[in-house]
C-alpha cells in the first residue's frame, strides 16, 4: 500500500518560498512517477510539477523558472521548492505517485494521492 505524507505547506506573504515535502512509503520509487498538483479553492486540481522514472521534470507553465522538484531517493521523500510566490500560488498542494512503464513519460491519473498541505501567499 503506498502511503504519500506532505508536510512544509503555511502561509508566506508574497515574493516569499516554501518548500514543501513528500515522505513516501510501501513502494518501489524506481517504478513510479511522481508529482505535485494544486487545488485552488473554487478550481480544479491542476499538475504543478512531476518527475519521471528517469529523473526528468516538467513544469506547469505558470511556476516555471520558480518552482523546483526533487526527490531523496535514499529518503524516499519528494520534495518542492518554491520561490518568488504569489497569490494565484494559493491552494492544497498534493503529493502524488503513479507506477509506469515509461522511463520519461508519466500519462494518465496518478493513482495515489497524499491528504494535501495547505499554502496561503498573501499580497
Known amino acids: 500500500q503506498v502511503q504519500l505524507v506532505e508536510s512544509g505547506g503555511g502561509s508566506v506573504q508574497a515574493g516569499g518560498s516554501l518548500r514543501l515535502s513528500c515522505a513516501a512509503s510501501?513502494?518501489?520509487?524506481?517504478?513510479?512517477?511522481m508529482g505535485w498538483f494544486r487545488q485552488a479553492p473554487g478550481k480544479e486540481r491542476e499538475r504543478v510539477a512531476r518527475?519521471?522514472?528517469?529523473?526528468?521534470?516538467s513544469y506547469a507553465d505558470s511556476v516555471k523558472g520558480r518552482f523546483t522538484i526533487s526527490q531523496d531517493n535514499a529518503k524516499n521523500t519528494l520534495y518542492l521548492q518554491m520561490n518568488s510566490l504569489k497569490p494565484e500560488n494559493t491552494g492544497m498542494y498534493y503529493c502524488?505517485?503513479?507506477?509506469?512503464?515509461?522511463?520519461?513519460?508519466?500519462?494518465?491519473?496518478?493513482?495515489?494521492w497524499g491528504q494535501g498541505t495547505k499554502v496561503t501567499v498573501s499580497s
Open positions: 510501501g513502494y518501489t520509487q524506481s517504478r513510479y512517477c
Open positions: 518527475i519521471a522514472r528517469d529523473g526528468g521534470t
Open positions: 502524488a505517485a503513479k507506477e509506469s512503464p515509461y522511463y520519461s513519460a508519466c500519462p494518465g491519473v496518478p493513482g495515489y
